[in-house]
T-cell receptor
Framework: DAKTTQPNSMESNEEEPVHLPCNHSTISGTDYIHWYRQLPSQGPEYVIHGLTSNVNNRMASLAIAEDRKSSTLILHRATLRDAAVYYCILRAYHGGATNKLIFGTGTLLAVQP | GAGVSQSPSNKVTEKGKDVELRCDPISGHTALYWYRQRLGQGLEFLIYFQGNSAPDKSGLPSDRFSAERTGESVSTLTIQRTQQEDSAVYLC?????????????FGPGTRLTVL
């Protein structure tokens, strides 16, 4: 399975944008890039995913590099509730495999008031 | 609508006892996953069910662990002869399929403590 690399931790101030980077230099052409986050004492929750083009939803934006070897999750205005561990995960397109999520250590985002 | 639910939310047991953890997936979701999260660590995959296909058990850490799923509904994860290293939060997730674009919906987890 292709691996991802993320910084262990990041800090942000409330109301400011946050850019969470992820490197995935061994990504294959059919891997989707998924982001999940885990708030304290909760199960992970889906944030966003993309394949090649940048994506926006109500929670965040996902910017994918042209060569797809890196991506950035963008929270446009951080709130205290966004403090969580953010996981960048690659997921194969084909349905023949289990397609389980392989979680790395993620990025612990701290948001200061 | 209703999300993934798990029960019990907390379970304390003595070493050597058997435990059963339950997961109710979102209605209509064909794929169901079990993960384990030890304190301060990331999630580890345990087992996966997809419809009536044979489950993928490749993540089960030992033969003390087993899981069942009835059709596309409830799943139970059983741990026999529990050991202290089994202490963790056990998370269940379901999705409408197992393709790369399917998101997984997680339950709140069961916190298992083995004394």
């Amino acid at each position: 399975d292709a691996k991802t690399t993320q910084p262990n931790s990041m800090e942000s101030n409330e109301e400011e944008p946050v850019h969470l980077p992820c490197n995935h230099s061994t990504i294959s052409g059919t891997d989707y890039i998924h982001w999940y986050r885990q708030l304290p004492s909760q199960g992970p929750e889906y944030v966003i995913h993309g394949l090649t083009s940048n994506v926006n939803n109500r929670m965040a934006s996902l910017a994918i590099a042209e060569d797809r070897k890196s991506s950035t999750l963008i929270l446009h205005r951080a709130t205290l509730r966004d403090a969580a561990v953010y996981y960048c995960i690659l997921r194969a397109y084909h349905g023949g495999a289990t397609n389980k999520l392989i979680f790395g250590t993620g990025t612990l985002l701290a948001v200061q008031p | 609508g209703a999300g993934v639910s798990q029960s019990p939310s907390n379970k304390v047991t003595e070493k050597g006892k058997d435990v059963e953890l339950r997961c109710d997936p979102i209605s209509g979701h064909t794929a169901l996953y079990w993960y384990r999260q030890r304190l301060g660590q990331g999630l580890e995959f345990l087992i996966y069910f997809q419809g009536n296909s044979a489950p993928d058990k490749s993540g089960l850490p030992s033969d003390r662990f087993s899981a069942e799923r009835t059709g596309e509904s409830v799943s139970t994860l059983t741990i026999q002869r529990t050991q202290q290293e089994d202490s963790a939060v056990y998370l269940c997730a379901s999705s409408s399929g197992h393709w790369g674009y399917n998101e997984q919906f997680f339950g709140p987890g069961t916190r298992l403590t083995v004394l």
